[in-house]
């Protein structure tokens, strides 16, 4: 029989303090940003039978990222494959990362981790995919009942990028930024560890010159 008391105060500086004043931003944030709130979510993610884009990618650390992806609609044999070279400035951030971090510090050269090249990798081979598959739809009815905004299921075996995909957010400020770009795509996504032996065809179309 515990009464809780109408009004709390928290020391400035204290930990519940600062906890609080973090609570009240982030709401502050997602009132004005006002995109919605689902009152009752799904507990079991949408299955590629039920239209989720069946994703699978991976990103190498000095050649490019690449990946297959199933859509949930059409001919279920069709696979769209992507296959790219990362261009040189994204390259160059790579080897800027791997450095030591006593070379790195003071340098205002672009970092770009593993995980980020992974994360990023997720979300760019599906969203080619998508794309094209929405290219390839004839204009008329059946273009205009494709869903804009279809759920994702990402394979890959990174696990640091498909924790921060189903976290929706990161403490690394490139991989926040990626988030960002992929929730354009669609909001709701679900990433799924594999182990690298079991990545083998998605790893082989991270190397372009072996396609």
């Known amino acids: ?34 995109e919605g709130i689902p009152i009752a979510p799904r507990r079991v993610f949408r299955a590629p039978q039920e239209g989720a884009v069946l994703c699978t990618s991976d990103a190498s650390g000095d050649d490019g990222f690449g990946g297959y992806v199933f859509m949930p609609d059409g001919d279920p044999s069709m696979v769209y494959i992507v296959s790219e070279f990362w261009p040189s400035w994204a390259l160059e951030a790579r080897r800027q990362n791997d450095k030591p971090i006593a070379e790195r510090a003071g340098s205002t050269e672009l970092e770009f981790s593993m995980p980020a090249a992974e994360l990023f990798a997720s979300w760019a081979v599906a969203e080619a995919a998508v794309t094209k598959a929405r290219l390839m739809t004839p204009q008329g009815p059946a ?42 795509l ?16 998605a790893d082989l179309l991270s190397h372009p010159e072996n396609i």
Do not use: K
């Open 1 to 34: 029989g515990l009464r809780p008391p109408v009004a709390q105060r928290l020391a400035a500086g204290s930990a519940a303090y600062t906890e609080w004043i973090t609570l009240l931003d982030v709401a502050n944030h997602v009132i004005t940003l006002n």
């Open 143 to 184: 273009r205009a009942q494709l869903p804009s905004q279809r759920p994702v299921i990402a394979i890959g075996d990174c696990e640091p990028s498909v924790f921060a995909l189903d976290a929706a957010t990161s403490g690394e400020p490139a991989m926040r930024a990626i988030l960002a770009g992929a929730r354009r």
């Open 186 to 201: 669609t909001p709701f996504w679900l990433g799924v560890h594999v182990p690298r032996e079991a990545n083998r065809d």
